[in-house]
């Protein structure tokens, strides 16, 4: 018994899914949204666009409905940014705080807690056209963005992340669609423009603890054990320094309030330390999350001869060509609680397949739910070493648009009835997912 209670989650455990605006919404220029970054974005070619997604915008009622009948605890999603100011800054869009606030209000008539990221990939385009984050200028729009949605929402929201993913915006910026490809984006300026989403993450973390007492707010990067490619010394070194530079600079700043050092002499040697004002760290070192929320997906392996990523022969692949690594995900969690000692949060985990709809509206998708009970069971068993692990929300809660892979790419425990350019009917369908999602959450992971 005792041994069972060790290994069980605890209760209150966030059971959950998420989202992103841009990613599922829809409704691009609805109801006076401004264009954000990604709406001006190229696609890849046989990608679909965002302008429909899965149309969540009109559909929320509907959507939500569905969670909460599969019992989701929890609901992380972002807040566009161009809904609530359509330039960034200036004047507040009433018709976006009124969308926000019927959702956060239809989540809790469920029952199921709001986890809100601020920030998610969409700038508005109206500021990078001011030179995005390389302007400071943008902090300040941030701030005051994040303001507004603390005082509109802070009365029901009580979990709030920061920025999704600023490592892979910095990293690969451009396949996201977040580097402005019309400036010359040096690895100087990337630097740079990481800095100010720094300082402009300690402003928000500052200003949600004043305004909103009893919320609690943490970073949200994709996080990656990374592996040597053998024992081999140098391996070990090159893993660590690749490490420094992907995971623990975009941690160690906002938990210790410093540059990581050898992230830091990385950047020396590269030449593209960012230029740091008077105050910006002692603001920066003020700021002190409550949580880690961090985006987990597989683990990378790097060699030193080359000094950059390999494939790991240990491990199957997506059919993206993702690698599949459940105990990376342990190991991922492990260090994270043996560095920073606070409480985790998983934002994203999940698989992305093509999915078959088959007669009779059925998608039977045991690849995915192999894939996520591998994981939860690792989550369990880390739960049971000490890791203060708080919520497990899987990607995605309902088919949507992939960052750069179109429709076809699916993650969802909801099957959304479109493709790539026929959008169809756009009807929900539950996947075989949904009820084993279901059972899990029922059972507080006790059934997998
Ligand atoms: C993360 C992003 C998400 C999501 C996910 C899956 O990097 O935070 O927005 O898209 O990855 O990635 P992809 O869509 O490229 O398959």
Redo the contacts with the bound molecule.
């Keep these: 018994m005792i041994q069972k209670n060790k290994k069980s989650f605890p209760e209150g455990f966030l059971w959950g899914a998420s989202t ?1 605006a841009y ?1 599922v919404e829809g409704a691009w220029n609805e109801d006076g949204k401004g264009p954000s970054v990604i709406d001006m974005k190229k696609h890849p070619e046989g990608t679909t666009d965002f302008k429909v997604a899965s149309d969540h915008y009109h559909r929320y009622k509907e959507d939500i409905a569905l969670f909460a009948e599969m019992g989701l605890k929890a609901y992380r999603f972002s807040i566009a940014w161009t809904r609530i100011y359509p330039e960034g800054t200036g004047k507040i869009n009433q018709k976006g705080i009124e969308f926000y606030d019927n959702l956060i209000n239809e989540l809790l008539s469920y029952n199921i807690e709001p986890i809100v990221t601020i920030y ?2 969409d700038l508005p385009y109206a500021l990078q056209q001011k030179g995005g984050w390389s302007n400071r200028e943008t902090i300040d729009a941030y701030e005051n963005y994040a303001k507004t949605l603390f005082e509109f929402f802070g009365d029901r929201v009580k979990y709030w992340l920061t920025i ?2 600023q490592n ?1 915006m910095i990293l690969h910026g451009s396949v996201i669609g977040t580097t402005d490809p019309n400036i010359k984006n040096s690895k100087k300026e990337l630097y740079q423009q990481n800095h100010h989403m720094f300082l402009a993450q300690a402003k928000a973390i500052k200003l949600c603890h004043e305004i909103c007492p009893g919320a609690k707010i943490g970073p949200a990067p ?1 996080i990656s054990y990374v592996y040597p490619a053998s024992c081999k010394p140098e391996d070990v070194c090159a893993a660590q320094t690749y490490s420094s530079i992907r995971n623990w600079l975009y941690l160690d700043l906002p938990v210790f309030g410093r540059y990581n050092s050898v992230a830091w002499s990385y950047l020396e040697k590269e030449g593209c330390t960012p230029d740091i004002k008077e105050g910006d760290m002692e603001i920066i070192k003020a700021a002190k999350p409550d949580f880690i929320a961090f ?1 987990y ?1 597989s683990t990378e392996t790097v060699s030193g001869d080359s000094g950059g990523r390999v494939s790991n022969p240990h491990l199957k692949k997506t059919q ?1 060509g993702w690698e599949i690594d459940p105990l990376g995900f342990r190991i991922t969690m492990r260090e994270l609680h043996d560095r920073y000692n606070l409480p985790l949060l998983v934002t ?1 985990n999940g698989l ?1 397949a093509y999915d078959t709809l088959e007669e009779g509206d059925i998608v039977n998708d045991d690849y995915r739910i192999e894939f996520l009970r591998n994981h939860i069971e690792q989550a369990k068993l880390a739960i049971a070493e000490g890791v203060n692990l708080i919520g497990y929300c899987p ?1 995605s809660a309902i088919d949507l648009v ?4 179109g429709i076809s ?1 699916r ?1 969802g425990f909801i099957y959304v009835n479109r493709d790539e350019f026929d959008l169809k009917d756009l009807r929900r369908i539950k996947k075989k997912s949904f009820y084993w999602y279901k059972n899990v959450i029922a059972t507080n992971g006790e059934e997998l």
């Design positions: 992103s990613q998610h990939f999704n993913e892979m994709n985006n997906y993206f994203e992305g990607w992939s960052t750069h892979e790419k993650y």
